[in-house]
């Protein structure tokens, strides 16, 4: 049985196995620390048989006025337990809050360009690429913005694709 509760102090000295996934983004302990005092809404930890965390999400809700969105910085879950559709229910988890909590206009994500099965499963979630960011992870390789209009964006004009590829410093942060 998996339970998925909000991420807690204890668990920073848990996860760290999850983390040795190389397709998973690494943070120092002040990064994590930050996400879990400004937005613990938004940290959640699946929890197996054991105690034993098999993924969790961490994200954030950032913009202004339309750009008001929900922000999935990680998302990640054991390869023991991939398939298993618990990443769709930790992201649906994240697009909940920012609906009803946040009243959002959307929810995005980075991934990277490589990664052709996140981005499958990010497509089957109903998210589209927004845009390219050129060298967003170390400067060398490429990510997609990755959107998923909620329904306060009645148009849908947040994710109407961009043309043009964007480099990291013209993104904006919030």
Known sequence: MTTI???CCEDLLRFNALNLDHLTETFNMTF???YLARWPDFFHVAEGPGNRIMGYIMGKVEGQGESWHGHVTAV???PEYRRQQLAKKL???LETISEKTYNAFFVDLFVRAS???AI???EKLGYTIYRRVLRYYSG???AFDMRKALPRDVDKK???PLEEPVLPEELEYD
Request: hydrophobic residues 40%; without cysteine.
């Open 120 to 122: 499958k499963m990010y």
């Open 76 to 78: 990640t879950v054991a």
């Open 91 to 93: 992201m649906n988890l």
């Open 32 to 34: 994590y620390l930050t």
């Open 158 to 160: 947040s994710v109407v």
């Open 5 to 7: 509760r909000r991420f």
């Open 115 to 117: 990664n052709l099965p």
């Open 140 to 142: 060398e390789e490429d």
